[in-house]
């Protein structure tokens, strides 16, 4: 009999039917009569499974036997979202799926709300990484991401009194229907030990006597493409203690110590770092990084590649992507694989390794930029210590050859800082075929500022991608009534073809079109009001303007900004100065976590609630301000707020917001954008237009200058009175029952020594406001501004994205 791999269910119905009892019955052992909802959850995420089945078998079969390229994403993080709507919407099956379980007599809506999202990642940067495999799959690019399966992601935020608390987010509590975990293909990851020198045949070799390892468990999960059959891999490594060390403990006859040892070694993967962009150098992040990128080079390497394969060969089939700097210990890790395993010589190794990488730097904040200290690497990787000195002072020589006499250059572009720690951005610099910032702005920055030697040393190897967002997730599946309305006007394929949106520009002047524009935002709205109210118990009025900031807590992103403007309506109403009537109604949507250890962000979020406690109850103020801040933002509540959102605010000091992919997201779903000249907020203002962009505050080389010359708080305080009152009302414990000292060090921080000048951008931003109120008080001519952000923003899908990857750092072909 013929061994053909197993056939997806039939597309019908019927087939539909027959495939979910199956499942239900004989995978997880229920009858629909006595099911759970999770059982029917889960048997329906196994037959949208079974569907994709099929191609995913295909799919991986070629990526191994295909000779072509192929690019391996390295990711510490994914921030998925869920995965059921997702995976429906590829396969082309929602409205078969909805009606195979009304006629099994359930509810689509009530059995997908089942789904935990998998948090695996903190903000941007893991959702970055998410819309980048959906795009890869949806482009056909022969593809695999990398990461950690974290066994607990960001954690869930409450609030309680106002204040942050933390709780384990334990999504694999009731099991996850989309994994597939391969126990019996676990590697081994070594760590600690020494290394040491041998003989082989008249060549000295290095070897690494590691002192323990632990097994890295692949767990494997579908990406399909859109519409097109194709469906690609994402393969997460979870840490599992190996037999044979906790064995040698155990004969010892320590039973304690063998437990403890296996938890060690298991906690690697336990729980995702909730830092983003304060690295704290800590010993088990380093395992953490070390141990997802070892076990997934040695995946690509001696799994996928044949195993007679020449590694000389290896830059002609695959590309490993850094996403930042967390996988640079890949560097050393390969070249101890050529050189040590594969026994190549150092400089064809060398050769090899500059060819295989590439690095996306997503930040410009210094402190954000990783170091390992030396000493914690010697201990935890001495061979690759020894390998990042000598690549270190091979470059060095170089630099010295170019430059002879400029011992000041030399120490600067040391990979090794001068109290001897690795800047691992300087690594992935000096290695990478490519260095690539995330926007226009910020790779300019990168380039003359954060790295100018290295651009004057490498001519060449720097460049930009602008980030982006799968439309899929962002605009088809979080807004189908703007989706409806898109393809009714234009047809169908821009959801491949996003620049074709722009087709929607000849609407903005056509009042029938504008009007249904506005009906889905309404629409929006009262989804979004659904939501809150039966996640959290909050009210949304529906004839509100609605003011969304929706992003992690931190002071370079600038919240304070956003409060002192929601003080300052709230005072000019409170001291009587004009009456509720006329201001503009509006709700203010804060969603944000503050990282745990960050104790400024902590006391912002704290201030935020209690702002809207106080404007939310003060009769004078006639509910037409309200502050909404429900707590746990994550990528589901994000696909309910960004449809609903009239304005985004994306308010960070110039120079500092290395892109934001929010703001992408909010103006493709036709909400208009107050911003700073920031990130990617300046293409997004270049392509939307000036008249349909909010803009205000200093640029970045403004900020510069204020910077150079001294930034006095004080006297912006001085100069805008509503500033000093808005100030004052924070001080005199107006938000906390008269206490004083809750937020005092808010206040303080701000008017004394606030890197971020928040207060320098305050003036500008009001007044940026006001024409906020003037346009909205137009709704013909909002509503246009609105159509005009959806049309000219396909630039920013992440299809483009991948695009220019492939274009200017991959040169993957796609497959077809
Ligand atoms: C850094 C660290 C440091 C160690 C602890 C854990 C951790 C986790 C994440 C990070 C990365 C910080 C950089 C980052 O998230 N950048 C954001 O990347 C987005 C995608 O490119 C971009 O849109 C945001 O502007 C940028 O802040």
Same mark, same amino acid.
Do not use: Q, R
């Given at each position: 009999m013929a061994l053909a791999p197993v056939q997806a269910p039939e597309p019908t119905v019927d087939g539909f039917v027959t495939q979910y009892l199956r499942n239900l019955n004989n995978g997880r052992g229920v009858a629909l009569s006595t099911s759970t909802a999770n059982d029917r959850y889960f048997a329906l995420a196994a037959t949208v499974r079974d569907y994709l089945m099929a191609r995913w078998l295909e799919d991986v079969r070629r990526q191994r036997t295909m000779q072509s390229k192929g690019v391996a994403y390295l990711s510490a993080e994914y921030l998925l979202g869920r995965q059921l709507d997702n995976n429906l919407l590829a396969t082309g099956l929602t409205d078969i799926a909805a009606e195979a379980l009304v006629a099994c007599g359930l509810d689509l809506e009530d059995v997908r709300a089942l789904e935990v999202e998998p948090g695996l990642g903190n903000g941007g940067l893991g959702r970055l990484a998410a819309c980048f495999i959906d795009s890869l799959a949806t482009l056909g690019v022969p593809s695999i991401g990398y990461g950690i399966r974290y066994e607990y992601g960001i954690f869930r935020q409450t609030f309680v009194d106002g204040q942050q608390v933390e709780q384990a987010d334990s999504w694999l509590a009731l099991g996850s229907p989309w994994e597939f975990p391969h126990p019996e293909a676990a590697q081994t990851i070594s760590f600690g030990g020494h290394t040491e020198t041998y003989d082989d045949e008249g060549v000295t070799r290095t070897r690494w006597e590691p002192s323990w390892n632990v097994l890295a468990v692949p767990y494997n999960y579908m990406v399909p493409g859109y519409h097109n059959g194709r469906v690609n891999t994402l393969r997460l490594w979870s840490a599992q203690a190996t037999k044979g060390f906790d064995l040698r403990v155990f004969n010892a006859g320590d039973y304690q110590e063998a437990v403890r040892a296996q938890t060690y070694a298991e906690n690697i993967s336990k729980v995702l770092y909730p830092e983003d962009s304060t690295p704290q150098g800590k010993e088990l992040r380093l395992q953490q990084q070390y141990f997802f990128v070892a076990a997934s080079i040695s995946d690509f390497v001696n799994l996928i590649l044949p195993s007679d394969f020449d590694m000389t060969h290896l830059p002609e089939r695959v590309i490993f992507q850094l996403n930042d700097t967390h996988p640079v210990i890949g560097v050393p890790e390969l070249m101890r694989v050529l050189v040590d395993e594969r026994k190549l010589e150092w400089d064809a190794a060398w050769q090899i390794t500059q060819q295989c990488f590439a690095y996306t730097c997503h930040t410009l904040l210094p402190e954000a930029l990783e170091v390992w200290s030396a000493d914690l690497l010697g201990r935890l990787l001495p061979r690759h210590l020894e390998i990042i000195y000598r690549i270190n002072d091979e470059f060095l020589e170089q630099v010295r050859e170019r430059f002879a006499g400029d011992a000041d250059r030399v120490q600067r572009m040391s990979i090794i800082s001068p109290d001897g720690s690795v800047r691992m951005a300087f690594l992935a610099t000096v290695a990478g075929s490519k260095v690539n910032g995330v926007a226009e702005l910020h790779s300019q920055l990168l380039r003359e500022k954060v790295l100018p030697d290295f651009d004057e040393f490498f001519p060449g190897k720097f460049t930009n991608v602008t980030n982006g967002v799968t439309p899929r997730r962002f605009v088809r599946l979080a807004n189908p009534g703007l989706s409806r309305l898109i393809t009714d006007t234009i047809g169908a394929g821009w959801l491949t073809d996003l620049d074709r949106l722009r087709e929607l520009e000849d609407y903005a002047d056509d009042a029938e079109f504008r009007s249904a524009f506005r009906a889905v935002k309404a629409a929006n709205k009262r989804v979004l009001a659904r939501t809150l109210a039966e996640r959290d118990g909050l009210t949304v009025a529906d004839d509100h303007l609605l003011d969304v900031m929706v992003k992690r807590l931190h002071e370079y992103k600038r919240q304070t900004l956003k409060l002192l403007h929601i003080i300052t309506e709230y005072d000019a109403i409170a001291s009587g100065r004009v009456t509720a009537d006329q201001v503009t109604p509006r709700t203010f949507v804060f969603g944000a976590k503050a990282a745990p250890g960050y104790a400024m962000a902590k006391r912002i979020i704290h201030l935020i609630n209690a702002v809207g406690s106080v404007v939310n109850d003060d009769p004078r103020v006639e509910g037409r301000l309200k502050v909404l801040f429900p707590p746990n933002y994550n990528v589901t509540l994000a696909e309910r707020v960004v449809p609903a959102a009239d304005l985004s605010e994306q308010i960070?000091? #110039? %120079?500092?917001? #290395?892109?934001?992919t929010g703001n992408m997201k909010f103006a493709l779903n036709g909400a208009l954008t107050i911003g700073t000249d920031d990130g990617a907020n300046v293409e997004i203002r270049e392509l939307v237009g000036d008249d349909n962009f909010f803009l205000f505050g200093m640029a970045e080389p403004e900020v510069a200058d204020l910077q150079s010359r001294g930034y006095h708080p004080i006297d912006f305080v001085r100069a805008d009175e509503n500033l000093s009152r808005a100030l004052e009302l924070i001080s005199s414990g107006a938000f906390s029952g %008269?206490?004083?000292?809750?937020f005092e060090p808010v206040v303080t921080n701000l008017t004394h020594h606030d890197p971020f000048m928040a207060l320098a951008d305050y003036t500008d931003y009001i007044a940026a406001q006001k024409r906020v109120d003037a346009l909205y008080a137009d709704q013909d001519a909002w509503t246009r501004a609105a159509i005009l952000n959806v049309a000219r923003c396909g630039f920013f899908s992440s299809d483009r994205s991948m695009r220019d990857y492939i274009d200017r750092i991959w040169h993957t072909p796609p497959i077809v």
């Open positions: 960070s000091l #110039a %120079g500092k917001e #290395a892109s934001g %008269g206490d004083t000292s809750v």
